[in-house]
């Protein structure tokens, strides 16, 4: 049904518990392993499908972004960036001077905003270690590093700020313009002519609660979805449909199994309790709760829907081919 585009399913909203005990006590269930990464993958396809709906619409409408000018936001990162390697400058030569070592990937990365002075740096610790006069190159560099931190200082804090606003204007909605409630939308607003209407009519679709009208097409939708899953006929029409003239019989008793299902809410039930042992025995094939048993996933395991088998093997004898035909389709062979 209905839904906001981006969120979250139940299973993939995070509960904590220390045990599988503590969870059970709270009245939650424990799932078994299949039907937990079944449910993992329904989230991961919803948010493939969610990301395609979104990127559709948003290549059909104008919009603009809620983030500041991608020209502040590198702005603000480069000052804060030769904002930390003038500060990592006076404090290597700080370093440098009191005879500690100062690594070789400090200096070249102070060389990255600053490479004369870290070639500086470079050159003057040798001088250090050995004890030469080195008062006034010292000072100089000293004096040159605390400008570039002071000066530095102050041009990332103008960015940063210029950034901020830009942003805070960013998040404004105009008079003209729309905003979706959904998280496949969050950071973007609607622009164009019709963005107030655009958004209006995705919210109600979002919303089952919204109008009657859409209750009443979702009732019908999941009754629809119901005879679909639990309902379905089309297995003596397509899956078993040369069944009633190979084993009539149980072809009868498949069709009983069907009415019975339909109108008794238990039989589902108490037939595999009776089953339990050859549904053991046979998982792969009798899938009672999870899973599909459609024809075609079986025709593409075999030949018939594969491009990496083939149905009639180079060399192979006539006679033989006609008789693997079938089985090899479906992936029997």
Do not use: C
């Not at 078994?32 to 990464?37: D, G, N, S, T, V």
């Not at 149980?250 to 069907?258: I, L, Q």
């Not at 998982?283 to 459609?294: K, N, S, Y």
């Amino acid at each position: 049904g209905p839904g906001r585009p981006g969120s979250k399913i139940a299973t993939e909203k995070r509960r904590w518990f220390k045990t599988d005990a503590d969870a059970i006590k709270a009245g939650w269930r424990v799932l078994p392993y299949e039907q937990a990464l079944s449910m993992k993958v329904q989230g991961a396809y919803n948010r493939g499908a969610d990301k395609q709906m979104s990127d559709w619409l948003l290549s059909q409408e104008p919009w603009r972004t809620t983030g500041a000018p991608e020209e502040l936001k590198l702005a603000a990162e480069q000052a804060i960036l030769k904002q930390r390697h003038s500060q990592q400058l006076l404090a290597a030569l700080n370093r440098a001077v009191r005879g500690e070592r100062v690594p070789d990937a400090t200096i070249n990365s102070i060389a990255r905003s600053y490479p004369d002075q870290a070639q500086e740096l470079r050159d003057l610790i040798p001088s250090l270690q050995q004890g030469a006069p080195t008062a006034k190159r010292v000072q100089s560099l000293t004096a040159i590093a605390k400008d570039l931190v002071d000066s530095n200082t102050m041009r990332a804090r103008m960015a940063v700020n210029a950034r901020a606003r830009a942003r805070e204007k960013a998040l404004l909605v105009g008079f003209e313009e729309s905003i979706i409630p959904a998280p496949a939308f969050a950071g973007k607003i609607l622009t164009g002519p019709g963005a107030k209407e655009t958004a209006k009519v995705l919210t109600e679709a979002f919303d089952p609660e919204f109008s009657k009208a859409l209750a009443g097409v979702n009732k019908a939708n999941d009754m629809v979805r119901v005879m679909i899953l639990a309902g379905d006929a089309s297995p003596f029409g397509i899956q078993l449909i040369f069944l009633p003239g190979a084993h009539p019989i149980v072809a009868a008793k498949a069709m009983r199994g069907y009415v019975g299902a339909l109108f008794d809410p238990e039989f589902l039930a108490a037939y595999k309790t009776a089953n339990k042992d050859v549904i053991d025995r046979h998982p792969i094939l009798i899938l009672p709760e999870v899973g599909t048993a459609e024809m075609t996933e079986s025709m593409a395991r075999g030949g018939w829907l594969s491009s990496t088998k083939e149905l009639f093997p180079q060399g192979e004898a006539w006679l033989k081919t006609f008789g693997l035909l079938p089985p090899r389709a479906v992936g029997k062979v």
